[in-house]
């Protein structure tokens, strides 16, 4: 059963432009986060988020941030996107131990 | 270099057959975690085991795990089409901040 929902599925857009993915999760839990998985399926943590203490990869670039209204809110904002952007965003949060994820946001960057 | 890593990169078995999939680590760890993703989903946790732990079973899985040689396996008996996915292994480190760190991930391909 998905309780982790991120919009859009899909984003088409080209270099420089700014670009926004949701997510939101229904399970109560206070930790979210944001991973970067590219097409060789490669699964990379970029930030990780409870209670207003963020975390970040220091291996993302600037251009990506977090934004947060509240726990069940965690939202990803790429300030001027790159061609090597072009990946599935994956959401997800987690409760002792277990990561729920989302179904991914696919990023083309033209 | 990844912290986990799985193989074989790729397999492909028929329905019926049981399959194996085996994952090596580098680093001290408190949990070895499984995960399957399937096509247009996130993944999903199959199996987490402890490291105090040698073997948890799910169902049709079974997954071993061998701190000494820093190494775990998957298996899946009596294998579907549905069970076609990418597996992964995810391991969280004994010392640092809780993190979930994925293995590259082995796509296994069930056929009829």
């Known amino acids: 059963e998905t309780a982790v929902f991120q919009t859009p599925n899909y984003h088409v857009t080209q270099v420089g432009n700014e670009v926004s993915f949701n997510c939101k999760q229904t399970?109560?839990?206070?930790?979210m986060y944001w991973y970067k998985q590219d097409s060789k399926k490669l699964l990379k943590i970029m930030f990780s988020?409870?209670?207003?203490?963020?975390?970040v990869n220091e291996t993302v670039p600037r251009r990506f941030s977090p934004q947060s209204s509240d726990k069940a809110h965690l939202n990803l904002r790429i300030k001027s996107v790159e061609p090597e952007d072009s990946a599935v965003y994956l959401c997800?949060?987690?409760?002792?131990?277990?990561?729920?994820f989302g179904a991914g946001t696919r990023l083309s960057v033209l | 270099s990844q912290l986990a890593e799985e193989n074989p990169w790729a397999l492909s078995v028929h329905e019926g057959e049981s399959v194996t999939v085996n994952c090596s680590y580098k680093t001290s760890i408190t949990a070895l975690q499984w995960y399957r993703q399937k096509s247009g989903e996130g993944p999903a946790q199959l199996i987490l085991i402890r490291s105090n732990e040698r073997e948890k079973r799910n169902g049709r899985l079974r997954a071993t795990l061998d701190t000494s040689s820093q190494s775990s396996s998957l298996s899946i008996t009596a294998t579907r089409c549905e069970d076609t996915a990418v597996y992964f292994c995810a391991t969280v480190a004994s010392s640092g901040s809780w993190q979930l760190i994925f293995g590259s991930g082995t796509q296994l391909t069930v056929m009829p």
């Open positions: 399970l109560g839990h206070d930790t």
């Open positions: 988020y409870n209670n207003k203490q963020l975390i």
């Open positions: 997800a949060s987690d409760r002792e131990d277990t990561l729920y």
